[in-house]
């Protein structure tokens, strides 16, 4: 029962939950949390996510919805714009979408700060809009994920709003307060402890009202939930389940690694204001009970679902990893790390934290791989990306994105992963090799991570002049991800309507860069995709999924030393793959012709095995010379 005015509330839970009442309206809005919880009555079995899966058989592509396909010509993408795409998307040949947050929203952190996880952002359409979608996406066998962002929620939530208004407001405990340590001599209030925010100052908002603090990891206006409260927790289940019920196929967890907070609350001995640094690695990630709350919200959602999950957790290490995702661990289906991520950094610059900058070694890139590919064999499933919606173009950062190269650098690092075991993702404009953009001015950006980042660094603290501060968000700025995809050479790139200014502009190389280019094109970084996807889901599957892991030495220089090339082998027996049958994966990285020969090739061919070269982003094989940013694969048979 629901009436409006009244403090009870019964919702009807769906099965296997019982029937509970909830006895605090909060303005008609708490009807649509329903607390369902586990029937006593029913055993609860830990899932095996051991052999085969079809998450790991799956190729995923995230949309950004905001910057995918405008169909309604208000210069933001929107739900019907997706539907207007999945035929493409189907002809890519990707069978997961993930899709970033289209839940209502103000909009501060671009949707990842939810003021109503039950309802669509009006940015992006309507309920029925995403109803459609999801339904168009099932007929073309694509499925859903949603972006649950659950560490925190808008400071516009009405718990938020509720939490705020009193000390003694059931809702309080919601989220993190804190009394002030002390007063400073001008009596202003004094944080709890030292925390800086991801993006940058402290991590401690004062509510003057109430007297306390509270705690926000991201944006003053993400306040962190309270996942401590029992309360929360059963909300947060209840809305997992509703959108399952609905139909969605799994879940992308957001920061779901720092939602338990360190017992208390310690300073963080690295924090430094000045350099725009984060706490999050240092103190708050993989807290004491991040372990037995994933272990409830797997038993309480995901199990009762064919679904796949995947959580958001920096700061984590591969041993960490088979924690989270092991196969009988009964968390998460797999993860996305970020140790790759952080291969450019300066760890000596004057800078903290992403935005530090120092040309990478390929030495490094390939430890870090090879370490994650090896450790999680056998005990845990990984993630392969090469960019989010967080991070710069992979083409512009670890390619070549000169005009001469840009196309068999895109395809070089498209084959470099898709070989790899784990679930690999692809994000939009990936497969049309789109780059990193460089606008004139931060009046041109839209990040409020990059913008704050540049009010920090020069405005305020002066520590970069205007130049310096551009430099390092053309190379890390998370808009690089964020400009519209580029749909044909069109005005707006064929994303907005001409006469319509997008929320973000298009970058200027769509004329030469963008989808209706490549599509004519039948040697393109689309088909190369295309063909790798087809590979992974079709003929090579055994093997390019469930297939052993392992570095290979070339005859001249010894893998771990050589800054030029990677290489690495695929060997079958696991997951029923062909015990008889290898992949030999070779990339070269760098713009220059490398002589590189390879035993285990040489050796095959000797014995009288089949070596078919099954994809290469060269039209021929020059052997043991590999020309620049050449990627080739050879499918060993013996």
Do not use: C
């Not at 309507?126 to 109803?131: G, I, L, S």
């Not at 999950?309 to 970020?338: C, Q, R």
């Amino acid at each position: 029962m629901v009436r409006e005015g009244d403090q009870t509330r019964t919702f009807r839970s769906p099965s296997p939950y019982t029937l509970i009442t909830d006895t605090f309206s909060l303005f008609g809005v708490t009807r649509r949390y329903r607390k369902a919880i586990m029937s006593n009555s029913e055993a609860y079995q830990v899932p095996s996510y051991e052999g085969r899966q079809w998450w790991k058989e799956a190729v995923v592509y995230q949309v950004y919805p905001r910057s995918f396909n405008d169909a309604n010509g208000d210069g933001i993408g929107d739900l019907k714009g997706i539907t207007e795409k999945l035929p493409y998307l189907a002809k890519l040949g990707i069978n997961v979408i993930w899709l970033s947050p289209v839940f209502d929203s103000p909009n501060v952190d671009n949707g990842y700060d939810i003021s109503d996880y039950f309802a669509i952002m009006s940015d992006f359409g309507t309920m029925e809009d995403f109803d459609e979608m999801l339904e168009t996406a099932h007929k073309h066998g694509i499925k859903i994920l949603m972006d649950l962002v659950a560490n925190h929620t808008s400071d516009q939530h009405p718990w938020f709003k509720e939490s705020r208004s009193s000390k003694d407001n059931p809702y309080r405990d919601y989220y993190i307060w804190k009394d002030p340590k002390g007063f400073d001599e001008d009596g202003n209030p004094i944080p709890p402890n030292n925390w800086a925010s991801e993006f940058g100052g402290p991590a401690w908002e004062w509510d003057e009202a109430t007297g306390q603090f509270y705690l926000h990891i991201f944006f003053k206006e993400q306040p962190d939930l309270n996942w401590e409260n029992e309360k929360v927790r059963e909300d947060l289940y209840s809305m997992v389940r509703w959108w399952l019920d609905k139909g969605v196929d799994g879940f992308r967890l957001d920061a779901i690694n720092i939602i338990s907070k360190p017992e208390g609350y310690p300073d963080d001995p690295s924090t430094d204001y000045e350099k725009h640094t984060s706490s999050i690695p240092f103190v708050i990630t993989n807290g004491t009970m991040v372990h037995p709350w994933m272990k409830e919200l797997t038993r309480e959602t995901f199990s009762r679902y064919d679904v796949m999950t995947v959580g958001e957790t920096s700061a984590t290490s591969p041993e960490d990893a088979k924690l989270w995702a092991g196969y009988h661990t009964g968390e998460l289906n797999m993860i996305f790390h970020f140790d790759h991520m952080g291969v450019d950094n300066d760890p000596n610059g004057n800078l903290g934290g992403k935005w530090s900058y120092a040309p990478y070694k390929l030495t490094e890139l390939k430890r870090i791989l090879n370490d994650w590919q090896t450790t999680l064999e056998g005990n845990a499933w990984g993630s392969l990306y090469w960019n989010n919606h967080d991070q710069p173009r992979v083409v512009s950062r670890f390619g070549n994105d000169s005009d001469e190269f840009r196309t068999l650098s895109a395809k070089q690092l498209a084959t470099t992963l898709h070989f790899m075991q784990g679930t690999p993702y692809i994000y939009q404009g990936e497969e049309l090799g789109m780059t990193n953009v460089k606008f004139d001015s931060i009046e041109d950006y839209r990040d409020g991570d990059s913008i704050r980042f540049y009010e920090d660094m020069h405005v305020d603290h002066k520590r970069l002049s205007h130049e310096e501060a551009m430099q390092a968000i053309y190379i890390k700025g998370r808009d690089n991800a964020r400009t519209p995809v580029q749909w044909d050479a069109s005005a707006n790139g064929g994303f907005s309507p001409e006469g319509v200014t997008p929320w973000i502009a298009v970058n200027p190389n769509y004329p030469a860069i963008n989808a209706e280019a490549v599509l004519a094109d039948e040697d393109s970084i689309f088909y190369h995709y295309q063909h790798l996807v087809n590979l992974r889901r079709g003929e090579l599957k055994d093997l390019m999924v469930y297939a052993s892991f392992a570095p290979v030495d070339s005859v001249q220089v010894p893998h771990n030393e050589d800054e030029a090339v990677y290489a690495y082998t695929r060997t079958g027996g696991a997951d029923g793959s062909p015990a008889n049958e290898s992949l030999l994966v070779i990339s070269n990285f760098t713009a220059e012709e490398q002589e590189r020969d390879f035993a285990l090739l040489n050796e095959a061919r000797e014995a009288g095995a089949r070596v078919e070269l099954v994809s290469s982003n060269y039209k021929d094989d020059a052997g043991s010379t590999l020309r620049p940013y050449e990627a080739k694969v050879y499918h060993i048979v013996r």
